[in-house]
């Protein structure tokens, strides 16, 4: 009798067991289907040359390609000669946003920058660069 309650109990266990498991994976499924998500249309962007003092505007476009609305929680340039600006709003499924970088220009030579973007899409942020060459400016006189 009492090899029978004991196998009746881990019946009962056993499957108890397999109920739960199908609860979790349709809440992992849901999860994952409503995740935020961006795409940038390009990570790296290479200006070319550009003229010395002659600050230059680069601006990252991303597309917000998940379900849910992203936002972006900050924005920092890799150092004091680049400026940023972002879009602030929160960016709805399937609507575009940008990132702007603005490079001061005041050093002649090839620059390599990069902006730390950080969103509630991911919790790696995104690495955006840009690059280029700034040339001497043209004296005149």
Do not use: H
């Not at 950080?118 to 005149?140: C, D, F, M, W």
């Amino acid at each position: 009798m009492k090899t029978i309650k004991l196998s009746m109990l881990a019946l009962a266990l056993g499957l108890m067991s397999f109920s739960a498991a199908e609860p979790i994976a349709v809440l992992v499924e849901k999860t994952a289907s409503t995740v935020a998500s961006i795409s940038w249309k390009s990570e790296t962007i290479d200006v070319g040359e550009i003229p010395q003092n002659k600050p230059k505007e680069i601006n990252f476009e991303f597309k917000n390609t998940g379900k849910t609305t992203v936002i972006i929680t900050n924005v920092q340039g890799s150092c004091g000669c680049t400026a940023t600006a972002y879009t602030k709003t929160p960016i709805l499924p399937g609507t575009t946003g940008t990132v702007t970088a603005t490079y001061n220009a005041a050093n002649v030579g090839a620059f390599s920058k990069t902006v730390t973007v950080t969103t509630n899409a991911t919790e790696t942020p995104s690495v955006l660069t840009l690059r280029g060459v700034v040339k001497p400016a043209v004296i005149q006189g």
